[in-house]
């Protein structure tokens, strides 16, 4: 059965808005697509880079956010390795190493992916490849426009606790109403709707 749906609890979704909507994206040239990819051992045929999976997306090797604060790296081919689904949720923000050997669920160790050593040993050599671009965003911007930016941040959140305050004020009401809510019965609704 589904659970209610709490509105702070989609507060993460706002941070990760709020950094990935700041972040450079530098398109890579095909030459680089082939180089990244035959350093990946995926010349032939693009799999997900930490489980061999087939790859659906391109993951973030270095994350973009670690404790809701940017860590400056940005969108770009030294950064990203594909991925598929699965791997890409279940790393999160984690360092990628950690979580490949972890027990987090769905990661290649907990999924007995049996060439994960020669995937961790392709991934190092992809980490050695460039240097990734890493960014001090309140140095480029100024501490002003910075401190603006958090501030907003800071202002939606609130609201989301303000409106979670409201939520239960609403499903307290719903809960003690006096007439117990029932589905309308389907054959009915259909035959109002007909006529």
Request: some cysteine; hydrophobic content about 40%.
């Amino acid at each position: 059965m589904p659970k209610a749906v709490r509105i702070t609890g989609r507060t993460s979704s706002i941070t990760n808005s709020f950094v990935n909507g700041i972040i450079p994206v530098i398109a890579p040239s095909e030459a680089d697509i082939d180089e990244a990819l035959g350093i990946l051992g995926m010349s032939d045929e693009v799999v997900c880079a930490y489980c061999g999976d087939d790859a659906s997306e391109w993951d973030h090797l270095r994350p973009l956010v670690i404790g809701k604060q940017p860590t400056g790296y940005i969108s770009e081919i030294s950064n990203l390795v594909p991925a598929c689904g699965k791997c890409n949720q279940s790393k999160g923000n984690k360092p990628w190493r950690e979580w490949m050997f972890g027990a987090a669920p769905r990661s290649p160790k907990t999924r007995g992916v049996v060439d994960i050593e020669e995937r961790a040993t392709r991934l190092a050599a992809y980490e050695q490849w460039r240097t990734p671009t890493r960014l001090d965003f309140a140095e480029v911007v100024g501490a002003e426009l910075w401190q603006k930016h958090w501030e907003n941040h800071a202002a939606i959140v609130q609201l989301m606790r303000d409106a979670e305050v409201t939520v239960e004020m609403i499903r307290e009401r719903i809960a003690t109403a006096s007439t117990p809510l029932e589905p309308a019965p389907l054959a009915e609704a259909e035959a109002e709707s007909a006529a």
